[in-house]
């Protein structure tokens, strides 16, 4: 079995290569760009299993070095991404890595024969933000990455592309946030740790358990009827569901503090991220029983690793805040930077102004914090009422949607239908629709009803966020955007001629 994996220097790449290595039978290509630190990553593989490794030096941004790197290959394991921080700082480079790296290695796929199967890594980051109370999510629900965010939105992008391709096997899995081994260290060096809200509902996944779903799609994928060619939801179940603000006092207790004593409440984005609680990352489970922990037990794991950290609690939690924390806040990624230098587009996308900003409280103890909520465990419970409307009739078996329900679909999205037939419950071949502003597309029924894409041109944003005006022409988009906008919020989010982020109101 020869595996070619991206990314293989990254969180969960680290994780998986061995993991694949561990069965004998496996051997993986590695795309590596020829960096020291590499070389290292390089020769401890290669002096842990010596027959089972080859290297080819060069990035998916090369379309020849793709050509190269799938040759042959079985599996095709796609990890590699400009993720944030960096992702922030480098929007041209997110898009030429994450949108265009993926066009190259599906070409590359096809044009080698189209017999490898491409396990693609996409993000929660493509649903964009989410909130009370639609905190549940799944597959279908609306693409809407959040302004200004280049990875998700790259993500969209590059995801269509494979949904829309002629690769005979791939699969999409959207992952949510990643509990990684240096994870408190790298947090501590970018502005970004506050762009995460404090009521924000995340549910969590382990880099392990991660390495350990994917090395089973490759050992067990084709024993799973009707596996292949779709999108999944990963995340780590019940026990790794929690709000930002619980994740933000769960490290911090580590070292003796909370996040009350080094933390304050106007320090966090209020809107404009991502994350919700999966109501279908079962599937997964169902299919690969990956699941081995929940948060706790990966914080009793990283403090048993990095045991120095206990060190912190000799250090006062106003000393922390003082030294370690504050200064992060001047850093150009901090919602408190954005604030402090009158950063309009950033403060109307975090916080939907400055006015709404200064209506935040100051401290702990007037701040509503949906963890403290006395029927915060019911919630919990995944109530089906609380999912989104998808526009159809979704009782009814894939093998029986029809022409009608794809009326139906593209009339919830604003737009119309053209196509006058379809073979009943085919969701692959692409039919012709059109949006609320002209835009004439093809996309197969599965791409739009089950993955959640719409109009390529309007709804797949790259230097403009339209989604006031979206929201008035698209009840799926509204039924999110206006969980936390006002209806009559008329705002253009865009990036300048310098890329520097802007918004105006819209004239119409």
């Given amino acids: 079995m020869l595996i070619a994996v991206t990314g293989a220097s990254g969180s969960v790449g680290k994780n998986i290569v061995p993991k694949l290595l561990e069965r004998k039978e496996n051997h993986c290509r590695l795309l590596f760009r020829d960096t020291p630190v590499n070389r290292k990553i390089i020769s401890r593989l290669q002096k842990q299993f010596p027959q089972q490794i080859s290297v080819v030096f060069g990035d998916v941004t090369n379309a020849s070095c793709c050509q190269d790197f799938v040759q042959n290959a079985d599996y095709v394991l796609h990890l590699a991404a400009v993720i944030p921080p960096k992702a922030d700082h480098d929007e041209k480079m997110t898009w030429k890595t994450n949108f265009q790296g993926t066009v190259n290695l599906v070409d590359a796929i096809i044009q080698n024969g189209n017999q490898a199967a491409l396990l693609f890594f996409s993000t929660v980051a493509t649903y964009g933000h989410r909130s009370f109370p639609h905190y549940w999510g799944r597959i279908g629900d609306p693409l809407m990455p959040s302004i200004f965010d280049a990875y998700g939105a790259s993500k969209v992008r590059a995801e269509r592309y494979i949904l829309e391709s002629e690769l005979k096997k791939y699969v999409i899995l959207r992952e949510t946030g990643v509990l990684y081994d240096n994870m408190m260290m790298n947090n501590i060096h970018d ?85 919700f609680w999966f109501s279908d990352s079962h599937i997964l489970e169902d299919l690969f029983h990956f699941r081995t922990e929940g948060c706790s037990d990966f914080w009793k794991w990283f403090i048993r690793k990095h045991w120095i950290y206990r060190l912190g609690r000799l250090m006062p939690s106003s000393l922390l805040k003082s030294l370690v924390i504050k200064p992060l806040l001047k850093n150009s990624n901090s919602p408190d930077y954005w604030v402090k230098n009158n950063i309009t587009a950033k403060i109307a996308a975090a916080y939907g102004g400055i006015e709404k900003y200064n209506q935040i409280p100051k401290t702990w103890d007037k701040t509503d914090l949906i963890c403290e909520h006395p029927d915060y465990e019911q919630m919990k419970t995944h109530d089906p009422s609380l999912d989104l409307s998808h526009g159809y009739d979704e009782t009814k078996p894939d093998n029986n949607l029809n022409i009608e329900d794809m009326k139906d679909a593209a009339a919830f999205r604003g737009g119309k239908m053209l196509s006058s037939t379809m073979v009943p419950g085919d969701l692959r071949t692409k039919l012709t629709w059109q949006c609320h502003n002209g835009h004439v597309f093809e996309s197969s029924p599965y791409t739009v009803l089950k993955a959640g894409h719409w109009c390529p041109e309007c709804c797949s944003p790259k230097d403009t966020w339209e989604y006031d005006d979206l929201a008035k022409h698209i009840p799926f988009f509204a039924q999110i955007w206006y969980d936390f906008h006002d209806p009559d919020e008329d705002n253009v989010f865009y990036l300048d001629e310098k890329g520097l982020p802007q918004v105006r109101e819209r004239k119409e």
């Avoid at 024993?223 to 939801?233: M, P, T």
Wanted: glycine share 12%; with cysteine.
């Fill in 191 to 275: 502005g970004l740790m506050f762009q995460t809200p404090v009521n924000v509902f995340i549910e969590w996944v382990t880099a392990k358990d991660t390495s350990i779903l994917l090395d089973k799609i490759i050992a067990e994928g084709d024993e799973k009827n009707g596996f292949w060619n779709k999108v999944y939801n990963i995340g780590g179940g019940p026990s790794c569901r929690q709000t930002g603000f619980e994740t933000y006092d769960d490290g911090f207790r580590l070292i003796g503090g909370s996040a009350k004593k080094i933390f304050e409440p106007r320090w966090h984005n209020q809107i404009n991220f991502h994350c």
